[in-house]
């Protein structure tokens, strides 16, 4: 996304964030809702809980007035497409497609008249939506806005360690949004005087072989980049970075709360627990293509110090000022 389009998409005022989750109206009575779930993870995590208790929040509960079909396509590509035309043939009143972008385009290929909800980056650039106030088609759902926050990440990470040049990008090529996301960043790096050192791991066996590069690199931190595999796997990679003593900056908190150095997103748990929101809203009738697709409006900073200390760091001041959360 270039930054006409980013700062044109962060205007859009989406009116759904004034909706409280626990809604007045209750889920249509006398009917069994059928959730179609698609993740491209391979089982389910603390997400998939905040998205039920956003659900429960409206008045749905499994076994009486909804059932879930969960389907997980264990990182692989085309099990996503399978699984994606498995929940059309159930005739799901709504498919939530979670995980990064390829179950939300297997699930576009798939249907073009079952909604689709999806949390996904750049929902634009990968071409789910063609605009995000008015979505058109069967797709709405929530743009996490990690791929347009990865300049920033590099600003924090350099706050944090100064003297460092030379920074490791740990990136997933399978990962339609990628190419893009390093295209941007490489960009930022030469604003910050920065060179960039991109390490691709496509499956999780590679993740050894991606640190052991670079240390031969001699790369000074560490960025890691947005990927559902990368974040099933945030305590081996944690672990990696500390073990290289390789100060680290992550998308989301859970892996500075995994030990993992600086992490600066949307809370995710919080974005899950609002899919539902879209959910009822389809179940009672709304259009995806009326609803406008959600932006997060505020972002963590999460630090653990603990980690610091170990890495012989000293947080400057202005970073624990706008910290949102400092782990001990």
């Known amino acids: 996304m270039d930054r006409r389009r980013f700062l044109q998409a962060v205007t859009v005022s989406v009116s759904l964030l004034a909706v409280p989750l626990v809604a007045k109206a209750q889920p249509p009575a006398g009917k069994t809702a059928r959730i179609g779930y698609l993740s491209f993870r391979s089982g389910p995590s603390q997400l998939e809980e905040a998205f039920r208790q956003g659900l429960r929040e409206l008045g749905y509960a499994e076994g009486q007035n909804m059932a879930i079909e969960y389907r997980w396509a264990e990182f692989k590509p085309d099990r ?5 035309a498995e929940l ?10 979670t ?30 939506v063609t605009s995000l106030d008015r979505p058109g088609g069967n797709l709405t759902g929530l743009n996490i806005l990690t791929v347009e926050l990865n300049a920033k990440r590099l600003e924090l990470l350099k706050e944090m360690v100064p003297g460092v040049s030379r920074v490791a990008v740990l990136a997933n090529p399978a990962n339609p949004g990628s190419a893009e996301a390093l295209k941007e960043l490489e960009g930022s790096a030469r604003v910050l005087r920065l060179k960039l050192h991109v390490l691709e791991a496509r499956e999780r066996q590679m993740i050894d072989t991606a640190f052991a590069a670079m240390a031969r690199e001699r790369a000074e931190a560490l960025l890691v980049m947005n990927d559902p595999m990368f974040m099933t796997q945030r305590e081996r990679i944690v672990d990696l970075a500390a073990k290289h003593r390789l100060p680290g900056i992550f998308q989301f908190r859970e892996f500075a709360e995994a030990g993992g150095l600086l992490s600066y997103a949307a809370n995710l748990a919080d974005m899950y627990r609002r899919l539902a929101t879209y959910v009822d809203k389809i179940l009672k009738g709304a259009k995806p293509a009326d609803l406008p697709v959600e932006q997060p409006t505020k972002f963590e900073l999460v630090i653990n110090v603990k980690t610091a200390k170990a890495l012989g760091l000293t947080i400057p001041p202005s970073l624990l000022l706008r910290a949102d959360q400092i782990i001990e």
Not at 80 to 84: D, E, G, H, R
Not at 88 to 97: F, G, N, Q
Not at 106 to 128: E, M, N, Q, W, Y
């Open 99 to 128: 995980g990064g972008p390829i179950p939300a385009t297997a699930a576009k290929r798939a249907t073009t008249t079952i909604p689709i909800v999806f949390t996904v980056s750049d929902p634009i650039g990968i071409g789910l």
């Open 80 to 84: 996503a497409s399978t699984l994606a």
């Open 88 to 97: 059309v043939r159930l005739k799901v009143d709504v498919i939530v497609a």
